[in-house]
C-alpha cells in the first residue's frame, strides 16, 4: 500500500517556485506494477526521491507499506574508494542481509572477475552500471523502485537483469518513472500522469498513455494557422 496525504513538494527557480506536487492525496494497493509518466522537468525523478525517503517533502507525509528499495541502477549508493565487495558489505549491514552469500551472488552475476575487489572508481561506466544493476536484484524488497534508464550491458547482462527483475517483483511492487510509453507497457498493469503539481492515477494503462499526450498537447501550446 502506498498513500499520499496531502503532499506538496516544490523547488524555488528564478521567478518563483516549481511545483511538483501540490496538495496530492491519494491512496494505491499493494502488489502493483505502476507507471509514472511525465515530461523533462515534471518531477520524476524527484518522485523516486520522494518514495525513497532520500528528500522531504514541503508539506503532508508518504507512507509506504513495506522495505522500499534504493532506485534500481543507482550509482550514488556506492563509495568510489570502496570495492564492490567492502560497498556490498556495508548495504547488508544496512538491510540485515547475510554478507557472504550477497557479495558472492552480486560477484558471481557480475562477472568482474578481480575488480570485484578493486576501488569501484576504477570501473569503467559499464561495470559501474553492472554492479548497479546487481546490487538492487541482490536485496528483498516489498516494493522497488526503478528510474527508466535501468536497461545496462549487451544482450546476455540485460537477460540476465530481466530474469532477476521478474523474479523480484513475483511478490513484490514496481513503481516506474518514464516518459516512454512502450516501456511502461512492458512492465507495468497501470500507470499515472504527473503534470502540473498533480498525480493523476488510471487502471487502464491506454487512458493514462492519453491523458499523458493530452498533457504533452497542452504544454505546446496552439499552433499558429499556417
Not at 523547488?11 to 496538495?23: A, F, K, P, S, T
Not at 543507482?74 to 570502496?82: A, D, E, S, V
Request: charged content about 25%; glycine content about 8%; overall charge negative.
Amino acid at each position: 500500500m502506498m498513500r499520499f496525504d496531502r503532499v506538496t513538494k516544490s523547488y524555488r527557480r528564478r521567478g518563483g517556485r516549481q511545483v511538483i506536487l501540490d496538495d496530492v492525496s491519494l491512496d494505491l494497493p499493494g502488489r502493483m506494477r505502476l507507471g509514472i509518466l511525465g515530461r523533462n522537468g515534471a518531477g520524476k525523478s524527484t518522485m523516486l526521491k520522494l518514495l525513497a525517503g532520500s528528500e522531504p517533502v514541503d508539506s503532508g507525509r508518504i507512507v509506504m507499506d513495506g522495505a522500499v528499495s534504493f532506485p534500481i541502477g543507482f550509482t550514488g549508493t556506492f563509495h568510489p574508494l570502496l570495492s564492490a565487495r567492502q560497498n556490498l558489505h556495508f548495504l547488508c549491514t544496512v538491510y540485515g542481509m547475510d554478507h557472504a552469500e550477497t557479495a558472492g551472488w552480486v560477484e558471481d552475476f557480475t562477472e568482474l572477475g578481480p575488480y570485484f575487489d578493486m576501488p569501484v572508481a576504477t570501473y569503467s561506466s559499464g561495470m559501474f552500471a553492472r554492479m548497479a544493476m546487481a546490487s538492487s536484484f541482490a536485496f528483498e524488497f516489498d516494493i522497488y523502485l526503478v528510474d527508466e534508464a535501468f536497461e545496462v550491458g549487451d544482450a546476455a547482462f540485460r537477460a540476465k537483469c530481466a530474469a532477476a527483475f521478474d523474479a523480484r517483483l513475483h511478490d513484490a511492487s514496481l513503481i516506474l518513472v518514464s516518459q516512454n510509453m512502450d516501456t511502461i507497457r512492458r512492465h507495468c498493469d497501470c500507470a499515472a500522469v504527473m503534470h502540473g503539481g498533480r498525480l493523476d492515477v488510471f487502471d487502464r494503462l491506454d487512458d493514462a498513455f492519453d491523458h499523458y499526450e493530452a498533457t504533452l498537447l497542452l504544454e505546446a501550446g496552439p499552433h499558429p494557422d499556417p
